[in-house]
């Protein structure tokens, strides 16, 4: 019988571990209150006029539509991953179209394996023109094998005008999460 209950015990500290685990943002300084605190940044700032929550967020601005301006991160997967949501909170400002149809205010991400090599094409989540009010995007996505890393990126793509973020995430979801986002 306390083998039992020790095996219970056991199941439900791992799944409430699990779960804990699943639900942690895995983005450094993803709310911009520690300023550009884990971006690699070509262009970005910070703003304390301009933010969905906390007191501030990232803005990327740019005046010249022949270069591709922004931050990125770099975040370290847990073993074994197999499911992630990646979300940010943003809102553009005069964001002209350029003369592609990628080309804006993006926010997509690149897989890496251990070395940061990248691992095929990046895979864009939002791409936003013109002025629009704090939208949330987010994406779900299966974790190949051999991946260990994301990298968030968030630039105006050769496009002039002014992209706020904020409320940056990752984290690691169930399958059952998942299958929420098909």
């Known amino acids: 019988m306390k083998v039992i209950k020790y095996m219970v015990a056991g199941i ?16 450094m300084n993803g709310g911009f209150e520690d300023e550009l605190e884990g971006w690699v940044d070509y262009s970005a700032k910070v703003t304390p006029y301009i933010y969905h929550s906390g007191k501030m967020s990232s803005a990327i601005f740019s005046a010249d ?15 074994n991953t197999q499911y992630i949501l990646m979300s940010a909170k943003i809102k553009a400002d005069a964001v002209s179209t350029g003369k592609n149809p990628w080309n804006g205010a993006l926010f997509l991400f690149e ?3 251990k070395q940061e090599a990248k691992i095929g094409e990046g895979i864009n989540i939002a791409s936003v023109t013109g002025d629009a009010d704090w939208k949330l995007y987010e994406k779900a996505y299966i974790v190949p094998p051999g991946i260990t890393k994301i990298k968030l990126l968030f630039a105006l793509g050769y496009v002039t005008g002014t992209m706020f973020v904020d409320d940056v995430s990752l984290k690691v979801i169930t ?7 098909l």
């Open 12 to 27: 439900l500290i791992l799944a409430a571990t699990t779960h804990a685990l699943a639900q942690k943002n895995l983005v």
């Open 65 to 79: 539509s022949s270069k591709w301006t922004g931050m990125h991160q770099v975040v370290s997967l847990p073993k």
């Open 111 to 113: 897989t890496l394996n």
């Open 175 to 181: 399958q059952s999460e998942f299958e929420k986002y």
